[in-house]
């Protein structure tokens, strides 16, 4: 019998995002005409209204963002005047990576460095990796994996990961939402996930949230 490590993982959507207007005007269109969407001023307000009300926050001990410009800025004004450990990995990208859905592909590294000096990118691409070819479920998952299975090897046991609608929804849900049944911007899905002494993941569970 061995014994089981708990950690508590916080799922934080980015705020509300140009592609994210612009869907209602234009539709899909949105998702493929503008690489790296940024917030729009409602999804810096979110932000700032979750550092603020947000009753865990001093709790959390490190913070994983997605290397999107949407939120690697919520990351940065949800925990302002915090002294947290931000790291960045591209496992956290939305779904689909490639294909024409370009508002997902990522800045650079190396400009990325530049824009956000206080977050360690923990990426060894400079430029993103874009097929042609759309993502797939199973690959989706194969990331999901890989951020389970990094988590793992943290000591951090209360993390909050900053990352996208349909990511965190297939990761906690099983289940990518259409644009009427999204995930909330900027709020902290609670997630209680177990893992072995030889911190493999086992198993989670989302208990009622606490804001």
């Excluded at 990995?89 to 779904?95: A, G, R, T």
């Excluded at 874009?130 to 000591?155: A, C, F, Q």
Aim: aromatic fraction near 12%.
């Amino acid at each position: 019998m061995y014994n089981i490590m708990k950690k508590t993982l916080y799922c934080i959507r980015h705020g509300y995002a140009l592609h994210n207007k612009l869907f209602w005007d234009i539709g899909t269109r949105a998702y493929a005409e503008y690489r790296d969407t940024p917030l729009l001023e409602e999804g810096y307000n979110q932000a700032k209204t979750l550092n603020k009300t947000w009753n865990e926050i001093d709790d959390i001990q490190l913070v994983v963002v997605s290397p999107c410009i949407r939120t690697l800025d919520t990351a940065t004004f949800v925990f302002k005047n915090r002294n947290i450990p931000m790291i960045a990995k591209d496992f956290l990208i939305e779904y689909p990576l490639g294909g024409h859905e370009i508002c997902n592909k990522r800045k650079n590294v190396d400009d990325l460095r530049y824009m956000y000096p206080y977050i360690n990118f923990d990426i060894y691409d400079n430029e993103l990796k874009w097929s042609d070819e759309k993502e797939t479920i199973p690959k989706l998952e194969n990331r999901i994996e890989d951020m389970l299975d990094w988590i793992g090897t943290r000591r951090e046991t209360r993390i909050a990961i900053v990352s996208h609608s349909s990511f965190i929804g297939q990761f906690k849900d099983k289940k990518i939402g259409d644009e009427n049944n999204e995930l909330r911007h900027c709020y902290p899905y609670k997630i209680e996930a177990n893992y072995s002494s030889f911190k493999k993941f086992i198993s989670m569970r989302e208990p009622k949230a606490n804001m």
